[in-house]
């Protein structure tokens, strides 16, 4: 959840980032407009999540997420 001064994570509560300060962690944003499809038309639904428990969520899933090695462009 972003709020104006910090990023906390939707499951634990636990901020992940204060504005300011120096970003010491990685963090999963998620932004989802639904539409005509979904109960939920016209709604847009937004979230954070620390990096544990998005380990912990993937876990739950029946598939696992796909991962790919990827050279960070500097
Ligand atoms: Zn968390």
Redesign the pocket.
């Known amino acids: 959840m972003k709020t104006e001064e910090k990023i906390i994570?939707n499951?634990?509560g636990?901020v992940i980032s204060e504005k300011g300060a120096i970003p010491t962690a990685d963090y999963l944003h998620v932004e989802k407009e639904w539409g005509y499809f979904s109960r939920k038309d016209g709604q847009k639904q937004e979230f954070d999540?620390?990096e544990?428990?998005y380990d912990a969520w993937v876990k739950t899933m029946q598939v696992p997420v796909t991962t790919q090695e990827v050279t960070e462009l500097v």
């Open positions: 994570c499951i634990c636990k999540l620390c544990s428990c």
